[in-house]
């Protein structure tokens, strides 16, 4: 089975910090994804990346970079947290940029900024 | 700006009762998922429908996409309270695969 692990289930951090979320897959996936999930809104997309040491913008990438640096590693960065990126933040990974297979999710970090 | 509306966002029944949930868009797809999440999970995929009109069926879930490929539904036959959970539509756009999410359905079966 593919296993996406993020590193923290629960964060909470201060107005100003940087922040780093961090997630790991095994299965040699070429992309990585990340998104952040609020009520009512369901999940959009902050980055993702399909190569190692490439990234793209997704649709909200504005208060975030990202980094991979190695294959199976994508890590979030929030360069100076603001209450708003209050968050559950999911990592996700797939081998198939076509899309048609499945993205694979980490169970998620609940991010909050104080 | 959104592009897949999902309908409706909550739906509370009682067990061994039907319902449909929506997916709508006025873009194309070239294929949708719908992934089902339960809480302190991540997103878990049920079915990927790909042809314009393709009807699956996954025990007593039934999906459609709409010829046009526009559009798709999920529907329960006879839900029982292991059904609960939050229900999200993803368009995949072009051949990019990256998706694009509806607001999801959190469905809550009382037994």
């Known amino acids: 089975d593919v296993k996406v692990t993020q590193s923290s289930r629960y964060l909470v951090k201060r107005t100003g910090e940087k922040v780093f979320l961090e997630c790991v897959q095994d299965?040699?996936?070429?992309?990585m994804f990340w998104y952040r999930q609020d009520p009512g809104l369901g999940l959009r997309l902050i980055y993702f990346s399909y190569d190692v040491k490439m990234k793209e913008k997704g649709d909200i990438p504005e208060g975030y970079s990202v980094s991979r640096e190695k294959k199976e590693r994508f890590s979030l960065i929030l360069e100076s947290a603001s209450t708003n990126q209050t968050s559950m933040y999911l990592c996700a990974s797939s081998g198939d940029r076509g899309g048609n297979q499945p993205q694979h999710f980490g169970d998620g970090t609940r991010l909050s900024i104080l | 700006t959104q592009l897949l509306e999902q309908s409706p966002q909550f739906l509370s029944i009682q067990e061994g009762e039907n319902l449909t949930v929506y997916c709508n868009s006025s873009s194309v797809f070239s294929s949708l998922q719908w992934y089902r999440q339960e809480p302190g999970e991540g997103p878990v995929l049920l079915v990927t429908v790909v042809t314009g009109g393709e009807v699956k069926k996954l025990k007593r879930l039934t999906f459609q996409f709409g010829d046009a490929r526009k559009d798709s539904s999920l529907h329960i036959t006879a839900a029982q309270p292991g059904d609960t959970g939050l229900y999200l539509c993803a368009g995949v756009r072009g051949n990019t695969g990256k998706l694009i999410f509806g607001q999801g359905t959190t469905l809550q079966v009382k037994p």
């Open positions: 299965m040699d996936h070429e992309n």
